[in-house]
Every structure is written in structure tokens, then in C-alpha cells.
């Protein structure tokens, strides 16, 4: 319903892609990197509906969830997960992959918009347990680009 406008916001924002679309796969973890500003969202959403991919999601914290902030984020593919679940995050997001046919998991492996030194290692944990592929996609704000990766699946080596 929204592909008219993202796909303008895309044309008229100069954003290109480089890479094969992942519109083939029906389930993998996507992280996305690097997350330092809430404009990746938007470009994250943009790039969603350009490709036409709507089994798309991410998560965030459930407290951004409440309001009309949650009504928009659960309606642009958000899904609320507990952080202080004594399940964890790796579980509620395997059991997200259990539930659904198709789920595409987007996430940052940083877990946070500062500035990291190392990833976590969660992402690693949801496509190994959940048996998905994992796809890398690099914003580069500079050149407007979203770079795409060729899926690959997890080892036992971290």
C-alpha cells in the first residue's frame, strides 16, 4: 500500500542498491550495519518496499512500543521483544522464526546506535538456532547505497 511513496522517497533521495535482492528467501536474519542514526529506519523501511519484501521485520525494545510510536512501529513490521525476559532475546526471536513460514529478521549487530568496537554475537545465535541464513546489508550513507551480501549459514564457529 505504501510502495508508491517509499519508491519516490527512494528515486527522489538518490538511493541505489548494490548486490542481489534477497526477495527469494522466505526466512533469514538480515543485519544491518552500521546503525547510528534513526534515518536508518527510515532508509531500512524504504529499502523494504522498494524490493517488494514485506515479510521483512525488527525488533526493538517493547517500551518503544507504547503510544503512537507503537502503533507506527508495529505497523511499519516492528515486533516487541521483553530484553529483561529470562528467556532471552534469542529465544523470543527463534521462536518469532518457529511461528511464521516466512520471516526475515533485520537487526543491527550492534545492539545499540553508538559507536562499537565489536558486535554482539545474537544475530550468530537466532540463525544458527532458528537454521537460517544470515545476509549482510551495508548502509553507505555516503555513496547512498544499501550493499546486499549473498546468504550464508552459520558454522559452529562463531
Given at each position: 500500500m505504501l510502495y508508491p511513496f517509499w519508491k519516490t522517497w527512494w528515486k527522489l533521495n538518490g538511493w541505489s542498491?548494490?548486490?542481489?535482492?534477497?526477495?527469494?528467501?522466505k526466512?533469514?536474519?538480515?543485519?544491518?550495519?552500521?546503525?547510528?542514526?534513526?534515518?536508518?529506519?527510515i532508509v531500512g523501511l524504504a529499502a523494504r518496499n522498494v524490493l517488494k519484501i514485506d515479510h521483512i521485520k525488527f525488533m526493538g525494545k517493547k517500551e518503544l512500543f507504547r503510544g503512537p510510536l507503537g502503533w507506527?512501529?508495529?505497523?511499519?513490521?516492528?515486533?516487541?521483544?521483553?530484553?529483561?525476559?529470562?528467556?532471552g532475546i534469542v529465544k523470543q526471536a527463534v521462536d518469532l522464526f518457529n511461528t511464521n513460514?516466512?520471516?526475515i529478521l533485520a537487526l543491527s549487530p550492534e545492539g545499540?546506535?553508538?559507536?562499537?568496537?565489536?558486535?554482539r554475537t545474537g544475530f550468530y545465535f537466532i540463525a544458527k538456532n532458528a537454521n537460517?541464513?544470515?545476509?549482510?546489508?551495508?548502509?553507505?550513507?555516503t555513496n547512498k547505497q544499501v550493499i546486499?551480501?549473498?546468504?550464508?549459514h552459520t558454522t559452529d564457529d562463531k
Open positions: 542498491f548494490s548486490g542481489e535482492s534477497p526477495y527469494n528467501i526466512r533469514a536474519v538480515v543485519i544491518v550495519g552500521p546503525h547510528t542514526s534513526w534515518k536508518d529506519l507506527f512501529l508495529s505497523s511499519a513490521g516492528g515486533t516487541p521483544v521483553d530484553r529483561k525476559n529470562s528467556n513460514d516466512e520471516f545499540t546506535r553508538k559507536k562499537v568496537n565489536r558486535l537460517v541464513p544470515i545476509v549482510m546489508v551495508g548502509l553507505d550513507f546486499i551480501s549473498e546468504p550464508f
